[in-house]
């Protein structure tokens, strides 16, 4: 892809600065969300994932610590051959909310080349992220102000229907 670091650098460069903005004008939003915001945001997570590889990102395998549930960790230890309470020890915790997350960032699953080891086998909340494709996007505008700063294609989502809706 050929502008998918340029996106990047554009996301680090404005990240910061968007952040007021981005809460301001999601707040705005949910107070008129409907289906037609979904369809918008499914055809701009569409353009954005076009545009932006992962591979030349892996922020949120690097920054976000995705829950792991009891399906997953039987799953990943089908994969890797591994006990489930040997999995747990070397690889989980218990964040704030009580959840199981990774013990690490980044993720102790993240290669050198920023793929995943386990991609195949993946935690269910690492396949849902970013969360803004059609029928979850209008249900995580809180959690989309957030990761605007973690990720950049829901900064470049959030950028584009600013743009639409004259904000800049
Ligand atoms: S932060 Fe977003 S763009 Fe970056 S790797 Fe994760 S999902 Fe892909
Ligand atoms: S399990 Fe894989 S996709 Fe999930 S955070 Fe770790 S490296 Fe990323």
């Given at each position: 892809?050929?502008?998918?670091?340029?996106?990047?650098?554009?996301w680090?460069?404005k990240?910061?600065?968007?952040?007021?903005?981005?809460k301001?004008?999601?707040?705005?939003?949910?107070?008129?969300?409907?289906?037609?915001?979904d369809?918008?945001?499914?055809?701009?997570?569409q353009?954005?994932?076009?545009?932006?590889?992962?591979?030349d990102?892996?922020?949120?395998?690097?920054?976000?610590?995705?829950?792991?549930?009891?399906?997953d960790?039987?799953?990943?230890?089908?994969?890797?051959?591994?006990?489930?309470?040997?999995f747990?020890?070397?690889?989980?915790?218990?964040?704030?909310?009580?959840?199981w997350?990774?013990?690490?960032?980044p993720?102790?699953?993240?290669?050198?080349?920023?793929?995943?080891?386990?991609?195949?086998d993946?935690?269910?909340?690492?396949?849902?992220y970013?969360?803004?494709?059609?029928?979850?996007?209008?249900?995580?505008l809180?959690?989309h102000?957030?990761?605007?700063y973690?990720?950049?294609a829901?900064?470049?989502?959030?950028?584009?229907?600013?743009?639409?809706?004259?904000?800049?």
């Amino acid at each position: 892809m050929e502008d998918s670091l340029q996106h990047i650098k554009n996301w680090k460069n404005k990240r910061r600065a968007q952040k007021k903005p981005i809460k301001k004008f999601l707040q705005l939003v949910s107070k008129r969300k409907n289906k037609q915001l979904d369809n918008k945001a499914a055809d701009l997570h569409q353009k954005a994932f076009s545009k932006i590889d992962c591979l030349d990102c892996a922020n949120c395998c690097t920054s976000i610590p995705p829950i792991v549930s009891r399906s997953d960790v039987k799953r990943l230890c089908k994969a890797t051959g591994m006990k489930e309470a040997e999995f747990t020890r070397q690889y989980l915790r218990q964040d704030e909310d009580d959840d199981w997350v990774m013990n690490t960032t980044p993720c102790p699953f993240l290669q050198e080349d920023n793929k995943c080891s386990v991609y195949e086998d993946r935690p269910k909340a690492c396949r849902k992220y970013p969360h803004t494709d059609a029928d979850e996007f209008r249900n995580n505008l809180g959690l989309h102000a957030g990761n605007a700063y973690y990720c950049p294609a829901v900064f470049f989502i959030l950028e584009e229907m600013m743009k639409a809706a004259g904000h800049k």
